[in-house]
């Protein structure tokens, strides 16, 4: 507990606009799944052949992955993209069915002896429905508010996955360190934000029950401040100084500290402001981003380039892959700037014990052994071209069971506690040296180069020449050695990747 309270002291600023950030985008998404839920359950209550399908769309919606529902939103024009507008469209989604449902089921719960005295008083369906059936349905609509509120909690957290901010972003990084507090130091407020937010609806919920007397008018002019607040902060948190350059990153912790690197680069040597968008996800992810504008810079590396984003086969000349992938950058508008001096290529990983033990040294050693391990991989390595299908090819590896599918960041501490046998890791990884495993030499020189390089819109770069000039400072800086130093620095030491990056600079 002492190291959650002093890593929140020592992010105290940054804490603030995390939460206020998570803060934001339930507010908004709720608010807005009210104004569109609730008619649309008055619609439904009215005309009952079209509640089932309504609602029936509105489950369907609900059963979609959260993370799926993001990545299908990323390519749509308008609405989705990287970054709080996207996030805030899959949550007003979610946020549709309890409302939906639960404003049908207290207009429907409404005994029918009310409503014949309310129209023999004279009253016209818009005042039946504004003071008489309203109010009555008041608690049990709440009731759905409530649902949708929490769920909205839950599922902002993932919306860090495609730079939305929020709590989820600590989870993320935290995941991609294999630090317990940093994840912890997300996983807490926002479950207790939770915790509020079901607690008060709940008061809210009761007290209506109770009183069976709102103020509709009151309620009404209420909701409507509240929608045009949300429009209005919608606007503000999708609005971008012209001049901000925005970084994004993959979602793993070296990426993270080149993200840092580069976004401190360019504050320091080009003196704009940047907007960090770390841990977007997997390649396609970030190069998507890329494309669409909704980011200017990232790092990429070219064998990965190569294979996974332009479907080109397999070469293992670093010369040649770096001309082959800057030249497919080019045609999307995309520039190559040039690398920054390592090759994180592919590692097939062992424990150490094991290697010593069975006198393992490259991947044919490995690969005698097969039939007897489990292996674990990362999702990206079990689908890419040069990933596991074309290893197993390349060496006869088999193995008794299908490899487990994990996080990249968790199959290091799986492989080292002995739930797998062999994993494929980064070369330039931390946790190698720091969980005492062993790199299998890949004798057949299956992987092809992967030197990391920053790629940018070349839009951005003709913009912004200092830009240009602060990233190319970069190149031919970082050896392998510095990067699986500030990567042990992050994932075995824990430092915080800001202070990682900072020191880095200050010694080149």
């Not at 919920?205 to 045009?228: D, G, Y």
Request: charged share 20%; proline share 5%; aromatic share 6%.
């Amino acid at each position: 507990m002492g190291k959650l309270l002093a890593f929140w002291a020592s992010h105290r600023e940054e804490f603030a606009v995390l939460v206020s950030q998570h803060v934001l985008l339930v507010t908004i998404a709720t608010a807005v799944a009210i104004a569109v839920g609730v008619p649309l359950g008055i619609f439904a209550a009215r005309r009952p052949r079209l509640a089932s399908p309504l609602v029936a769309v509105a489950s369907i919606m609900q059963t979609v992955p959260s993370l799926a529902m993001f990545g299908f939103l990323l390519p749509v024009p308008f609405i989705g993209g990287v970054g709080a507008r996207a996030a805030i469209v899959v949550l007003i989604l979610y946020g549709l069915l309890p409302i939906v449902r639960t404003t049908i089921a207290g207009l429907n719960g409404i005994d029918p002896s009310i409503r014949e005295a309310a129209v023999a008083m004279g009253m016209r369906p818009r005042d039946l429905l504004r003071l008489v059936e309203l109010p009555l349905a008041m608690p049990s609509i709440v009731a759905g508010i409530r649902v949708a509120a929490v769920v909205g909690v839950g599922s902002a957290t993932i919306a860090a996955a495609i730079g939305a901010g929020g709590l989820g972003e600590y989870i993320y990084r935290g995941l991609s360190m294999v630090d317990s507090t940093v994840i912890l130091a997300g996983a807490i407020p926002a479950a207790l934000l939770a915790l509020t937010v079901d607690g008060g609806l709940l008061w809210l919920e009761r007290r209506l029950l109770a009183r069976r007397r709102p103020r509709p008018l009151r309620a009404t002019a209420l909701a409507f401040a509240i929608v045009a607040i949300a429009m209005l902060s919608s606007a503000l948190v999708a609005r971008r100084a012209p001049s901000t350059i925005v970084v994004g990153s993959k979602n793993f912790t070296e990426q993270n500290i080149l993200g840092e690197l580069v976004a401190q680069t360019i504050e320091r040597e080009a003196g704009l402001p940047v907007d960090r968008r770390l841990n977007l996800g997997g390649t396609l992810i970030c190069h998507g981003a890329l494309r669409s504008g909704d980011i200017d810079v990232y790092v990429e590396y070219t064998g990965t380039a190569l294979t996974a984003i332009f479907h080109q086969p397999v070469a293992n000349d670093p010369q040649t892959v770096f001309g082959t992938v800057r030249e497919l950058y080019a045609r999307s508008g995309l520039t190559l700037l040039p690398a920054l001096g390592f090759n994180n290529t592919f590692a097939i990983l062992v424990r150490g014990d094991d290697a010593r033990a069975r006198g393992l040294k490259t991947i044919e050693d490995a690969a005698r052994e097969a039939p007897r391990w489990r292996a674990g991989f990362g999702f990206e390595f079990l689908e890419r071209p040069d990933g596991y299908p074309g290893l197993a090819a390349a060496y006869g590896l088999r193995f008794t069971d299908p490899p487990h599918v994990m996080d990249l960041s968790l199959s290091y501490r799986a492989l080292a506690s002995g739930q797998v046998d062999l994993i494929a890791g980064d070369a330039t990884a931390g946790l190698i040296r720091g969980l005492d495993l062993v790199q299998l030499e890949d004798t057949r020189h299956y992987f092809p180069p992967y030197d990391a390089a920053v790629v940018a819109r070349a839009e951005t770069l003709l913009r912004y020449p200092r830009v240009r000039m602060a990233l190319e400072g970069l190149s031919g800086r970082i050896s392998a050695d510095d990067m699986r130093a500030m990567n042990y620095a992050a994932d075995v030491e824990h430092k915080d990747v800001v202070q990682i990056a900072r020191e880095f600079l200050q010694r080149k």
